[in-house]
């Protein structure tokens, strides 16, 4: 379709990018409208107001994009890349520099949209958006696919473990010989316990307190995360 009928390709795409270049002197209202004219769509007065409230922004319609907070930002942005009614959402970093409640905003936006049957494709440094939003995520590094599939899949795939956090101190050679226990080490006040059996583990943790006297607290358990399958794949960090 994108060759034989370029303009009608576009049209079916709806684009956020990382940062959005919008008009300094044209309200939310007046910049939705512009920028679904760029696609030749006709906005009424009643489809512009029904966007911004689904976007959380009625309150802003006549307010300029550099008075609003960086999560209204955003959702301005998300408003305009609908605004010409796309199947096909492209996002860009959607959340990137959102402090966590706007972050957790457009999160529920997004949630919203993909409710509606549209295809949302995310790139993002964040394995917890990946995590909380994608469906099938695949994993890039330095311009090769590593991995593609369910986040789930990935980290399954991989075999990676869990990890027990627990404030005790207890000595180091003697935990590592607990039942499924593959590495462990102290992080501050903390003892940091991998194991392929967690389940296994912990009881067996319990005992070995109980032993020299002691009883396990603050314990934590943590499975394996995307960001865990990033670093697996990958080899180094998400700078």
Known sequence: MAGREPKQAKGALGIQLQKTALLDDLSAAELIEVYAALYDVQLPPERIGALLERFGLSEQRGKFARQMSGGQQQRL????????DP????LDEPTAALDPHARREVWDVLRGLHEDRRTILITTHSMEEAEALCG????IDQGKIMAIGSPAAIVAGLGLQATLKAAIDLPLE???GLP???????TGQHLEIQSAAPQ???PALHQLAAQHGKVVTEFTLRQASLEDAFLA???????
């Open 180 to 186: 499924a226990v593959t590495a462990v080490r102290y």
């Open 200 to 202: 296994t583990t912990l």
């Open 233 to 239: 794949l990958t080899g180094r960090s998400l700078n």
């Open 77 to 84: 942005a998300l408003a305009i890349a609908l605004a010409n």
């Open 136 to 139: 099938r995520v695949a994993i």
């Open 174 to 176: 003697t935990v590592r």
């Open 87 to 90: 199947q096909i959402i492209m």
